[in-house]
Nanobody, 125 residues
Framework: QVQLEEAGGGLVQAGGSLRISCAAS????????MGWFRQAPGKERDFVAT????????YYADSVKGRFTISRDNAKNTVYLQMNSLKPEDTAVYYC??????????????????WGQGTQVTVSS
């Protein structure tokens, strides 16, 4: 069982930056691929970024490529999402998720076994 807790969301102006984090419980964090997803009001939950168990491989949605960076610190059981050049369309609840296995490109929701409660990110224009 893995419990995930996001932190760091908030309100930021367009063009600004924000870093959100996700702390995981348990001793097996480094056996999970981690991902970030987001869900805007009235829309489906969409893939944002994923990182493999070691941090050596990352993959991004086209909409955030070049602006967002996913990283992880296995010693701290934490995954991060650095968001730069934020746009109003990035406004959403951001969820972190854990997928058991050494996936390098886990982009599908059913692949993930555990989810956090989400953190709100609002980008004002």
């Amino acid at each position: 069982q893995v419990q995930l807790e996001e932190a760091g969301g908030g309100l930021v102006q367009a063009g600004g930056s924000l870093r959100i984090s996700c702390a995981a419980s348990g001793r097996t964090f480094d056996t999970y691929a981690m991902g970030w997803f987001r869900q805007a009001p009235g829309k489906e939950r969409d893939f944002v970024a994923t990182i493999n168990w070691s941090g050596s491989s990352t993959y991004y949605a086209d909409s955030v490529k070049g602006r967002f960076t996913i990283s992880r610190d296995n010693a701290k059981n934490t995954v991060y999402l650095q968001m730069n050049s934020l746009k109003p369309e990035d406004t959403a609840v951001y969820y972190c998720a854990a997928a058991a296995g050494r996936y390098s490109k886990a982009i599908m929701i059913p692949r993930y076994d555990y989810w956090g409660q989400g953190t709100q990110v609002t980008v004002s224009s």
